[in-house]
Each structure stands twice: as C-alpha cells, then as structure tokens.
C-alpha cells in the first residue's frame, strides 16, 4: 500500500468526522497521538503497543492532510525523492 492509498483509506473511514472535528481539534489529536508515541518509545517494553501508536500516528497525520486536502504521498517525494535534502547523497553523506 502507497501512502496516497492509506489517505485514501483514512478518507473513506473517517473524513467526514474529521471535517467536522476541522483542523485545529485534529492537529490537537495527532500531537496526543505522538506524546503516547512517545511514552510507549520511552517504555521501551511493549512492541506491539508501539506499533499500534505508529499506526495512530500516520492515521492523524493523514486525516490532518485529507482536511486540507494536501496529497501527503506527493508531498513527501517531492520533498524527499531519494537524496538528501542537504548533500543531495543517497544515503546521507552529511556529518553530524
Ligand atoms: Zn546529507
């Protein structure tokens, strides 16, 4: 599955919900969904816990882009098209 296919799916699921919910409450959900990440990265003891706050994550994420109605997959290669941002490597030269 594509990222433009996982939008797609959060949009069949739940875009109407989130529409109403809009942007600021949805963007208030996906910074809760990353500080769970988080506490669950911290823990450190329960994979498939973290694995289902990654899955809560892009799921926020995509909702936010479906109400905007920003193209997540598009954005991300034309950001990030297999090189660098700064050395334009594949994989990153840059030193830390
Ligand atoms: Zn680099």
Not at 27 to 54: C, H, M, P, Q, S
Not at 65 to 91: F, S, V
Request: hydrophobic fraction near 35%; proline fraction near 1%.
């Amino acid at each position: 599955m594509h990222i433009h296919e996982f939008q797609e799916m959060m949009h069949s699921l739940y875009f109407k919900r989130d529409s109403e919910r809009g942007v600021n409450g949805t963007y208030n959900w996906l910074v809760d969904e990353i500080a769970e990440l988080g506490e669950e990265l911290k823990k450190g003891e329960d994979r498939e816990a973290t694995e289902k706050e990654f899955a809560d994550v892009i799921a926020w994420l995509a909702s936010l882009a479906n109400i905007i109605g920003i193209d997540h997959e598009k954005a991300a290669i034309n950001k990030y098209n297999y090189k660098c941002l700064k050395c334009q490597q594949t994989p990153c030269k840059c030193t830390f």
